[in-house]
């Protein structure tokens, strides 16, 4: 266990607990759940940073890594859904994507195939961050209309959810055609 890892872990173990705050779904509890929501995607990007510039990558970072990113995304898509703040459609469009995705990496790994992450799935994780933060607090604080501010995000992690889905299976075929 290295730190990369432990950050992992850490992102994992949250989950539940973001879980557990989104049943009530009442101003201190989104509150939180957005602040912890926060904590984790900074996690996120600190044990790549790490492990990287330290030279302490680990098969077992590279299989909890991805596994805790699309963990915390689609339970945190979930539990927003019967809270009325985010359409079960596109949650299941979305985590319909992460699978999808998942098993062709998976098929293409079987062929000696390697699909690499690239910018697009980047910019799809950063923009589903960037929209449900404000629909974690999906109150109107000072004015600002989180809610309305995550929508207007999340049509753009749509956007780059679909984009980057279609780029990896044209990866795929691509590669298989060439293999």
């Known amino acids: 266990m290295n730190i990369p890892?432990?950050?992992?872990?850490?992102?994992?173990?949250?989950?539940?607990?973001?879980?557990?705050?989104?049943?009530?779904g009442d101003f201190w509890s989104s509150f939180i759940a957005a602040l912890l929501f926060i904590a984790?995607?900074?996690?996120?990007?600190l044990d790549g940073h790490i492990a990287r510039k330290y030279n302490i990558e680990s098969d077992l970072g590279k299989l909890l890594d991805?596994?805790?990113?699309k963990l915390l995304i689609a339970t945190v898509l979930i539990f927003l859904i019967p809270l009325g703040r985010v359409p079960a459609w596109i949650v299941a469009v979305i985590i319909g994507r992460e699978i999808a995705v998942t098993?062709?990496?998976?098929?293409?790994?079987?062929?000696?195939i390697i699909i690499a992450a690239n910018w697009l799935g980047k910019y799809k994780t950063a923009f589903q961050c960037a929209a449900l933060?404000?629909?974690?607090?999906?109150?109107?604080?000072?004015?600002?209309?989180?809610?309305?501010?995550?929508?207007f995000f999340l049509w753009i992690?749509?956007?780059?959810?679909?984009?980057?889905g279609f780029d990896y299976m044209h990866s795929y075929i691509k590669q298989t055609i060439t293999a």
């Open 157 to 164: 992690a749509f956007f780059f959810t679909l984009w980057s």
């Open 5 to 24: 890892n432990a950050l992992t872990m850490s992102r994992i173990l949250i989950v539940p607990v973001i879980a557990l705050l989104l049943f009530s």
């Open 103 to 112: 098993g062709l990496r998976s098929l293409a790994s079987e062929k000696h």
């Open 40 to 45: 984790a995607t900074v996690t996120d990007f």
């Open 133 to 151: 933060i404000p629909l974690l607090f999906h109150y109107t604080i000072l004015g600002v209309r989180f809610q309305v501010a995550g929508e």
């Open 66 to 69: 991805p596994l805790a990113d």
